[in-house]
């Protein structure tokens, strides 16, 4: 049925003439007209469905005709258009949105669509078209209803399409939503975040984080303030407008009467800056926590991740600082409900606090600290109820963790599936053992840690030749003439054996382990290497197994490395993994 014939067949049913549908639908009786006789059909991305299906369902309750919902008749014109209508660079772009967003791997959708995966990848790019373009984006519908069954999921398919389907529980209503959404030639842009930006701060962060610096400045801080003689209360409440101000001035000296060495637990289900519109109090709040980490103490946070992903990263880099002494431990807790109030709350086993404020203005706040041993014991309970709930939202390892980390490497390198790194310089598993002593004894490097190097160079050949076996490894990393070596020198990559001493090249030595990196691709099948100006980290390694996760590993102090699974997080990773790709490197390339 074409779209005429559905409007016909309404008119009929409600026995009604094109100027009452006019003035029913806001639509001028010309366009009306020109529609019923199908000289004119309207675009999907305009309104003039919407207002065809109100006018019509407003006649029929005039009329006291039964004819189904507004998003019945909706519907009913959509499924009358055909693939001509759809602008199939807009198609494309929106179902390489849901691929990636979603982190949908090509050959599991293409199994449920009964399509090779090679022409999924085409359709993707724009280089091929459906037949039937409403057909494929109900099928694309039905694999996303019956795979992606969690609300967090459910959240990032909705901020994708920018239409809630948390709360659609039939299959039929699910699909005519992200059908009509794929064949609409509408785009908005605003959904597009600049992921490169994002990572880039949160990795530049990282890299440029100085341990020592930052515990000796809260150290003194502390020092100055646990001068001042302070009489605290056993509990106290905050209710008034300035109720934030006076709560965080406080309980930057209740923590530091806090001698508790146990662990901590702090969750929130709101980024801090909810709570802490004045940086200068967000800032003081972290230093509470910073107080912690100066007596060695395990702080154990739950973030919200059923957030966009610049809301997520930038509570994650307010915390990246306590991410890097290897004292704190994330977790996340899947399909969070966002409330009326913000709230946040922290226990320990000689002070606990709560606050809460109105999500909608931030007023409303109400703060309360305690050290009364029956409300601890409350809060204990209900701080180990909620991470029960709790699950990692990344792995983090340091020195003393050294064996999980290459027996991470080392069963993952036997799953098939296609591994990718960016370096700030050349790979450690390329270099010969003869060009590795060589600068190791120019280095005057002492005989533990030359162990220690040597032995890490031979697990990581071992697992890159493991996993090149059934897998592509792609390599990226700039590639220095003679004057930006000597401008700013690089140094053997050795994040990971943990080593934070700086390790450097004479620029002979650094032609011969490009030349040896070169002849190792030439000789591996599966191993490629990229030039990659586009790095700008020293320090980080960033590489990824496509679709499973991403690991940031940073060479200087302190030496540290975030595995993320969270899809999220890897996303956004892998997104700007992408954007700093560069040129395939030529064999033969002269230097």
């Known amino acids: 049925m074409e779209f005429k014939d559905q409007l016909k067949s309404y008119i009929q049913q409600l026995n009604c ?13 010309a366009v009306i007209s020109r529609y019923k006789n199908g000289l004119r059909v309207p675009n ?3 309104d003039t469905i919407n207002k065809l299906a109100t006018g019509i369902k407003e006649i029929a ?3 006291n005709i039964q004819i189904g919902s507004i998003e019945d008749i909706e519907n009913s014109f959509i499924d009358t258009f055909s693939n001509n209508n759809v602008d199939y660079d807009i198609f494309s772009e929106k179902f390489s949105l849901i691929l990636s967003t979603m982190n949908i791997n090509v050959s599991s959708i293409a199994k449920y669509l009964n399509f090779d995966p090679s022409y999924i990848s085409r359709i993707r790019t724009a280089q091929r078209h459906p037949a039937d373009v409403k057909l494929f984006s109900e099928n694309v519908g039905h694999y996303l209803f ?21 709360d659609i529980t039939k299959e039929e209503d699910f699909v005519k939503i992200i059908s009509k959404w794929m064949c609409s030639n509408q785009v908005n842009h605003s959904q597009r975040i600049d992921y490169n930006d994002i990572i880039s701060e949160f990795v530049t962060l990282i890299d440029e984080f100085n341990l020592n610096e930052f515990t000796d400045a809260y150290r003194l801080m502390a020092e100055h303030i646990q001068s001042e003689p302070t009489k605290l209360p056993m509990c106290k409440t905050y209710i008034s407008s300035s109720a934030v101000k006076q709560f965080t001035a406080d309980l930057f000296k209740y923590m530091l009467s806090n001698t508790s060495q146990g662990p901590v637990y702090f969750f929130a289900d709101s980024s801090l800056s909810s709570y802490f519109q004045d940086r200068e109090y967000l800032q003081l709040f972290i230093s509470c926590f910073a107080l912690l980490l100066i007596r060695n ?6 973030h919200n991740i059923n957030l ?22 994330s977790y996340y807790i899947d399909n969070i409900s966002p409330g009326i109030f913000n709230h ?3 226990y320990s086993p000689h002070l606990s606090f709560f606050g809460e404020n109105l999500r909608s203005t931030g007023n409303l706040s109400y703060f309360y600290i305690s050290r009364i041993k029956n409300e601890l014991n409350f809060y204990k309970k209900r701080m180990n109820a909620i991470f029960d709930e709790a699950l990692p939202l990344m792995e983090i390892y340091k020195a003393d963790r050294y064996k999980d980390f290459f027996d991470f490497l080392s069963e993952n390198a036997k799953e098939k599936g296609t591994r990718h790194e960016i370096l700030p310089t050349l790979p450690l598993h390329t270099i010969s053992d003869s060009l590795l002593e060589r600068i190791l004894d120019h280095n005057s490097i002492s005989l533990d840690d030359r162990e220690k190097i040597i032995s890490t160079t031979q697990k990581c050949r071992k697992i890159v030749a493991q996993s090149c076996k059934h897998s592509y490894l792609i390599d990226e990393f700039p590639i220095l003439s003679k004057e930006e070596f000597e401008e700013n020198k690089p140094s053997l990559s050795l994040s990971k054996a943990f080593y934070e001493k700086t390790i450097s090249y004479s620029y002979i030595e650094y032609l011969e382990h490009l030349e040896l990196t070169r002849r190792y691709a030439d000789k591996v099948p599966n191993y490629i290497i990229k030039s990659n100006e586009n790095t700008n980290q020293q320090n980080i390694l960033i590489s990824s197994q496509g679709g499973k996760w ?13 595995l993320f699974t969270h899809p999220h997080l890897r996303n956004a990773f892998e997104q700007y993994m992408a954007d700093l790709n560069n040129n395939l490197i030529c064999k033969n390339k002269q230097i």
């Not at 003439?17 to 009786?29: H, M, V």
């Not at 103490?297 to 739950?302: G, S, Y």
């Open 550 to 562: 991403v690991l940031v590993s940073k060479s200087k102090a302190p030496a540290i490395h975030f």
């Open 308 to 329: 966009p992903i610049e809301n997520i990263l930038e509570g994650m880099r307010t915390w990246i600082p306590f991410y890097l002494t290897g004292q704190i431990k």
């Open 146 to 166: 019956n795979t992606y069954r969690r609300d967090s999921d459910k959240l990032q398919l909705s901020n994708i399409i920018q239409k809630s389907v948390i």
């Open 17 to 29: 003439t094109a100027k009452e549908l006019s003035i029913a639908t806001n639509l001028s009786a």
């Open 61 to 63: 309750s005039d009329k």
């Open 297 to 302: 103490v395990q702080i154990n946070i739950i």
């Open 344 to 346: 946040f709350e922290f």
């Open 44 to 46: 999907l991305n305009s």
